[in-house]
């Protein structure tokens, strides 16, 4: 019988990956952003955001191909009127942790 009350609730064995919204925030430090994103998809789905004063030191082209780089242009380019999807609000949805990486001391202040 607990055999039986186990399986209820088992949906599926298949284990998933995690969902980790990776962000970096506006540091020098963001050069190492691209390692990150490609340890992390070692191992999870992810998704990147990046400030705007980040992208001074990231390099685009060297992100994992499967991981899709969002900016303030992509908020605001997605929302036309309301009830449309707003970036923000879907990220939140689909990511399971979120992580500033690496984090500058002025966005930790904040």
Known sequence: MANMEMNMYQVNDVPTKPRIL???SGSVAAIKFS?????FSEWADVKAVATKASLHFVDRVSLPKDVILYTDDDEWSTWNKIGDRVLHIELRKWADIMVIAPLSANTLAK
């Open 35 to 39: 390692n990150l994103c490609h340890s």
């Open 22 to 24: 990776l962000a970096v």
